[in-house]
């Protein structure tokens, strides 16, 4: 016979079963909604990533495209100025040469007056130099402009004017003051009736000068020698060393500024006697000239060329053999 106890064990074990599957039935459901749901929210933080990432990109290529640009620029523009000062630097030499030159031919043409009157030519040699003295200065402002444009482009700074102290404003009036001074053209000269009554007046009975004289176009004639400096900023301007990307690059990077001392030095260097040698000959050919033009003989007529460069070989290398000496106070300062 059966019994009841034995009946409900079964029905309760088979309801606890039933009960477990649902309970496990659930839990699988909770495992499979749980990663779906997981998969989704990587899906979207991956998308949004990579949306991020192509942004920086995006940015990060425009930045090196304008930086690239900008570099450009300054390179192209940088290349420009050289070029500029080089063309500046060329007519600046050409035009301080230039004035040397006709100031000594119109001294040359003086000397050979009676008392160093002038004529229509010097008067006229005159005029030239004064013109290209003014076109001179102006020059020398337009290249300081250039270089101060090129310090302010290898600096990366935009105003060339915040280069501008008061050391770079002295040392360009200085320059200016430099290129300034020239014999100046006075009134148009003509022949003195006096001359011409006083055939006598050249003769060896003439007073000679003290030695504080001094002719006011040779004051202002002397000085003009200074533009050689001109032909030094053209020899830097047109060295290999200077126009060498290269070389310049290694420079910049040392902090070494390839100027006119950098290269003599180097010069020196590779062509002592030679160097030496036209150096010498420079020096010797304008002492010797601003000694003829400071001294005089008594008859109030320059020394000769080839005795003032007598003069200056013997006397100022401490031979001092006396048969010439210096006239003037001017001649005695060279």
Not at 208 to 232: E, N
Not at 238 to 256: E, P, T, V, W
Not at 261 to 288: A, D, N, R, V
Request: hydrophobic content about 40%.
């Amino acid at each position: 016979m059966v019994n009841i106890h034995d009946t409900c064990i079964p029905l309760m074990d088979s309801i606890e079963a039933d009960s477990s599957s649902a309970t496990k039935q659930s839990d699988s459901m909770d495992i499979v909604i749980l990663p779906s749901t997981t998969t989704t929210t990587m899906n979207s933080n991956v998308s949004n990533d990579k949306k991020i990432h192509i942004k920086n990109l995006t940015k990060h290529n425009i930045l090196n495209k304008k930086l690239l640009s900008n570099i450009s620029r300054r390179l192209t523009k940088r290349k420009n100025l050289h070029k500029q000062l080089c063309f500046v630097t060329d007519i600046m030499c050409f035009l301080g040469i230039l004035g040397i030159i006709l100031m000594i031919i119109e001294s040359e043409i003086t000397f050979s007056q009676v008392n160093d009157n002038d004529t229509i030519l010097t008067w006229s040699l005159k005029i030239v130099i004064s013109f290209s003295t003014i076109v001179l200065i102006g020059f020398v402002f337009q290249y300081h402009h250039l270089d101060l444009s090129l310090y302010a482009v290898n600096n990366s700074i935009e105003d060339y004017r915040v280069t501008l102290t008061n050391w770079k404003i002295f040392l360009i009036l200085l320059e200016v003051l430099i290129c300034a001074i020239h014999p100046i053209p006075r009134s148009i000269p003509y022949y003195l009736k006096a001359l011409l009554k006083n055939p006598d007046s050249n003769s060896s009975t003439s007073t000679p000068y003290t030695l504080s004289h001094i002719d006011i176009d040779v004051a202002l004639g002397l000085p003009m020698f200074a533009r050689v400096y001109l032909l030094c900023r053209l020899i830097v301007f047109h060295s290999h060393l200077f126009r060498d990307a290269s070389s310049r690059s290694i420079g910049y990077l040392n902090k070494i500024s390839i100027n006119f001392l950098f290269l003599i030095k180097t010069y020196l260097e590779q062509w002592p006697i030679g160097c030496l040698t036209i150096f010498c000959l420079i020096l010797f050919m304008i002492g010797s000239w601003c000694l003829r033009a400071c001294n005089y003989l008594p008859t109030h007529e320059h020394v000769s060329m080839p005795d003032s460069m007598w003069l200056f070989v013997v006397t100022f290398t401490t031979v001092g053999y006396g048969d010439f000496t210096p006239s003037t106070y001017c001649g005695r300062s060279k």
